[in-house]
C-alpha cells in the first residue's frame, strides 16, 4: 500500500530557522498585493524565513527522518540498521519506508495497518 503523507515531509519543523531571497517579480500581483511585499521588498527582492522544511531544503529528507523516529519509535517501531529508510515493528507484521513523501508499506491484516496508522495521524490519503 502507498500512503500520501505529503504535509509531513513539508511541514517538518526545522529546529534551526532558515533564511532565504526571492525575487519579487516571481510573485503574482495579487499574492503582492495581499501581503504588502512591494512595501516591504529590498533591492527588487523579498526575504523569507523558513520555519518548516521546504522542496530543494539540503536537510528536509533528514529532518522527516528524524521527526519519524521521534514518533514511533516509542511505539515498537525501528528503522532497519542495514538498510536506512527500512522501518520495522520489533514484533508485529508491519514494514514501511518513507520516500519523500509517501509510506511505502507492507503488512499483513488489516488490524497492523490500523494500529500504525493510530501511532501516526497525519496521513493525508491512502492508495
Partial sequence: ?????????LGTP??????MKMPLALFPN????Q????????????YLELRKAIYGLPQ????????????????GYREVQ????????????????LVVYDFGVKYIGRKVLNILF???NNTTRLQ
Avoid at 14 to 19: K, N
Fill in 1 to 9: 500500500m502507498e500512503i500520501d503523507i505529503s504535509n509531513y515531509y
Fill in 14 to 19: 526545522m529546529g534551526r530557522y532558515e533564511y
Fill in 30 to 33: 495579487h499574492i503582492v498585493k
Fill in 35 to 46: 501581503y504588502y511585499l512591494g512595501e516591504k521588498a529590498k533591492n527588487g527582492f523579498v
Fill in 60 to 75: 528536509a529528507g533528514f529532518l522527516a527522518n528524524k521527526l519519524l523516529k521521534e514518533r514511533l519509535e516509542p511505539h
Fill in 82 to 97: 542495514q538498510i536506512p529508510g527500512l522501518w520495522k515493528h520489533i514484533t508485529r507484521p508491519v514494514q514501511f519506508s
Fill in 118 to 120: 493510530s501511532h501516526y
